[in-house]
């Protein structure tokens, strides 16, 4: 530490071995000031708002923490579309099984038999069915109810993103009665309901063959 | 709108709501969107943890791998990035530890001081440059410590039981980077 | 007493049966036995052509346990592929002279 530096030891720090360099902190630590950070400066402590030392680390700290943000974005950056190999061996890691959910039963009149569809197939059927419909695209689908039940009632919920200038109750109506059809087409289930949830707008789309 | 044209939100560009969604039920093309819009991120910040070389590479694989298995369980689909990095960190987490059962070194706190002297952050081009100048110069449990801290956004008490550690020595650790990293960033000398 | 070369060979048979009805997009690997017990049954018996027999077949005293793991087309309704793959199965086993025990047809992917 030099005489003519601005700081003085933290003297409530933790052994350390090295020269502690702070500014007057009038009796907080870097500690006690990330903390304060931490909980977003609420509640407010004047004792700490009102050091004009403590205003100083705690604008270093926050310069410190967009920084450590800013360091791994930027290294993110000058890594992103260097090599498509990588993108490849993970996608060939996955496995088809992990989505398979629940076996949904399939009627027979062979007692020796026993037939099911995947939850996931029924999942990325319903999929497929509200993509079909113009301007959306299909988020998450959800199978409430005992799937595994024959004749359980099982309330489907839906998300979608529209494009913009589509008229979303409309939209919403086809995608229900396109998801309606499939599920009556492909399986045995017994649909009391399906809510379509409108959770985003795009203003852009792509053309793309049906 | 051309009426003729089927036309559809992009997946590259809807809420990310959607794409995990997507990803969630099993639909292995949103799920590589993810891959290339956080792949790079999750590497850099493996890279900080685990050093360059493949390990690194290994864990995001590990980690994407993981996340595909169980993401069906993520309730908000919001918290996909912090939730991605969660399962990151403890990959690498899992590689530190075998490291130094297998290297026993019991000294992981040398610094890699080649460049990474105060002066030069100083005078580095910009704050990221002279951050990752004065990280590099911190020994490794600190930097760890500070990393799964300010990026990863663990609390003392998460890095504690995932580095094996005492949350009073964690608490030091990261008092000790704390103050080294502003000393250096801000030439508070 | 059938051997287990005679179950591999009846697994290959039925799996071609299965990819050869109408609809059937492609015939997936059945996971119904334990990993270990499934790669040792494949590693002692065919060794690396685990992709012609994809159908599990387990052979009993009284009767075969047929496992099927498939995706089908979304032109024709799914629940019905399923139970047509199922009555061929056990039409072919009945050819054969196999009474089926147990017939398990999975619909993994609808496309």
């Not at chain 1, 079909?132 to 695209?137: I, K, N, R, S």
């Not at chain 1, 379509?196 to 852009?204: C, L, M, P, T, Y």
């Not at chain 3, 015939?27 to 159908?55: C, M, N, W």
């Amino acid at each position: 530490m030099t005489p003519d530096s601005p700081f003085r030891p933290d003297s409530r720090a933790a052994g350390d071995e090295q020269d502690l360099r702070s500014v007057d902190l009038d009796g907080h630590t870097l500690d006690e000031l990330t903390d304060y950070l931490d909980s977003g400066r609420s509640p407010v402590d004047p004792s700490i708002e009102n050091s004009p030392g403590c205003r100083i680390a705690l604008a270093a700290l926050l310069r410190l923490r967009t920084a450590a943000n800013a360091l791994i974005e930027a290294e993110a950056a000058a890594e992103a579309g260097k090599d498509d190999r990588w993108v490849k061996r993970i996608l060939s890691g996955i496995s088809r099984d992990a989505h398979a959910g629940r076996d949904i039963p399939v009627r027979s009149d062979d007692p020796a038999a026993t037939l099911v569809l995947t939850e996931g197939a029924v999942r990325g059927m319903v999929r497929a069915a509200g993509d079909g419909v113009d301007g959306v695209l299909m988020g998450r689908c959800r199978l409430d109810g005992d799937v595994t039940e024959p004749g359980a009632p099982i309330a489907v919920t839906v998300e979608i993103s529209v494009l913009f200038g589509q008229p979303i109750p409309d939209t919403a109506a086809r995608v229900r009665s396109a998801v309606a059809r499939e599920l009556a087409k492909h399986t045995e289930l017994a649909v009391s309901s399906i809510d379509v949830d409108v959770r985003d707008v795009q203003f852009i789309g792509r053309n793309e063959p049906a | 709108m051309d009426a003729e044209a089927f036309s559809r939100p992009a997946l590259e560009l809807v809420d990310e709501v959607i794409v995990v969604g997507r990803a969630a039920d099993g639909d292995a093309r949103a799920f590589e969107v993810l891959i290339r819009r956080y792949g790079p991120l999750m590497r850099a910040y493996a890279v900080r943890l685990l050093g360059h070389g493949g390990d690194a590479d290994d864990a995001v694989q590990d980690a994407y791998v993981t996340a595909w298995q169980q993401l069906d369980r993520l309730q908000d689909e919001k918290a996909f990035k912090g939730w991605l990095m969660r399962i990151l960190s403890r990959k690498c987490i899992d590689r530190i530890r075998a490291r130094s059962d297998h290297d026993d070194i019991a000294d992981h706190e040398q610094a890699a001081s080649d460049a990474g002297t105060p002066e030069a952050a100083v005078i580095s081009r910009s704050r990221e440059d002279a951050l990752a100048l004065a990280l590099a110069a911190l020994p490794e449990q600190q930097r760890r410590c500070w990393i799964l801290r300010e990026i990863a956004e663990y609390s003392y008490e998460e890095i504690a039981e995932e580095l094996d550690l005492p949350a009073s020595t964690v608490r030091g650790l990261l008092a000790r980077a704390r103050r080294a990293l502003v000393s250096e960033m801000e030439g508070w000398r | 007493m059938r051997t287990i070369e005679q179950n591999q060979d009846l697994s290959q048979r039925l799996t071609e049966l299965v990819r050869s009805l109408p609809g059937v997009t492609v015939v997936y690997p059945t996971a119904a036995l334990p990993a270990a017990v499934r790669g040792h049954i494949v590693s002692t018996v065919t060794g690396p052509q685990e992709g012609d027999a994809l159908v599990l077949v387990r052979l009993g005293p009284v009767g075969a346990r047929v496992s099927v793991n498939m995706g089908v087309s979304a032109h024709d309704s799914a629940s019905e592929q399923c139970r047509r793959v199922h009555a061929a199965v056990v039409a072919h086993l009945s050819a054969e002279g196999i009474s089926a025990t147990d017939v398990r047809v999975r619909v993994s992917s609808i496309d």
